[in-house]
């Protein structure tokens, strides 16, 4: 726990500033972290014995990223002609012998999809009005979510949520995190709506930190299949005590994409 606690505060050091300026440095923090997360998702699936493109999939990724960055209009025919060129190296890797070529053409454009396409709406949410504020609401929000299910689970859980995905995760660390996701979103509506420029009413905070807290789960879930798959137990070990960056940013991609479009609907009429 020490070691999770400093890696956090020192990750919270580095993340704040890129949040607060945004720009070019909010885009290279993201671009990082999903970058490593795409060469990570690569080599899990290359402990199962697919062979996707790891500097295509990382690549690719960010390129996706760029795009949905600095020019959107862009972003649908880059996304196409990176799935185009993916298939076109695995041809390529078929010819040359590789028999399991067209799963690993699917792995690469899973990595273009899933950390790449879906990635982005981590851009997206800063790119909205008041964008640091809303990242600032959202992503603290899942990742406090987490924290209490993390620790509440670890040392009350007794029933198990999902023991073939995530043996460690129980019901009762599962509804403590949504209950500290709920709270915390009611919090952030208040703060930010009182001395910041957002308007959400308190009840609109404990829905949206509701929703968050109980559905970006899946998120987590999700980089597990990867990991089971691969037979690992983490991503990698970029972090200590966090294990790789897919393992930091699972929860908060999915929190990214309900966030955008909650936002949108709920709050920017």
């Not at 908060?252 to 936002?263: C, H, K, S, T």
Request: charged content about 15%; overall charge positive.
């Amino acid at each position: 726990m020490a070691r999770r606690t400093l890696t956090a505060l020192v990750l919270l050091a580095i993340v704040m500033p890129a949040v607060i300026f945004g720009g070019i440095l909010y885009f290279l923090l993201i671009g990082f972290f999903v970058g490593l997360a795409a060469w990570e998702m690569a080599q899990m699936f290359r402990q199962a014995d697919y062979h996707p493109s790891s500097y295509l999939s990382v690549g690719g990724t960010l390129v996706i990223l760029a795009a949905r960055a600095f020019r959107p209009d862009l972003a649908e025919p880059v996304f196409t002609g990176l799935i185009l060129l993916a298939m076109t190296v695995h041809l390529i890797a078929y010819e040359r012998g590789r028999e399991r070529a067209a799963f690993d053409f699917l792995v690469t454009v899973g990595c273009f999809v899933y950390l790449g396409w879906v990635g982005s709406y981590l851009i997206d949410l800063h790119a909205l009005p008041d964008g640091s504020w809303w990242v600032m609401f959202v992503l603290p929000t899942v990742w406090l979510a987490d924290i209490g299910a993390y620790s509440f689970g670890a040392r009350y859980g007794k029933h198990f949520m999902t023991p073939r995905l995530s043996p460690k995760k129980s019901w009762e660390g599962y509804w403590a995190g949504v209950f500290m996701g709920t709270l915390y979103g009611a919090f952030f509506a208040y703060a930010y709506s009182t001395y910041g420029p957002l308007h959400v009413s308190i009840l609109q905070g404990l829905l949206f930190g509701f929703v968050l807290s109980t559905v970006t789960t899946l998120g987590d879930l999700g980089e597990s299949l990867f990991k089971r798959f691969g037979a690992m137990k983490d991503s990698g070990n970029f972090l200590p005590g966090h294990g790789g960056a897919f393992d930091r940013i699972d929860s908060l991609i999915w929190g990214a994409v309900i966030g955008v479009y909650w936002i949108r609907f709920f709050f920017l009429k």
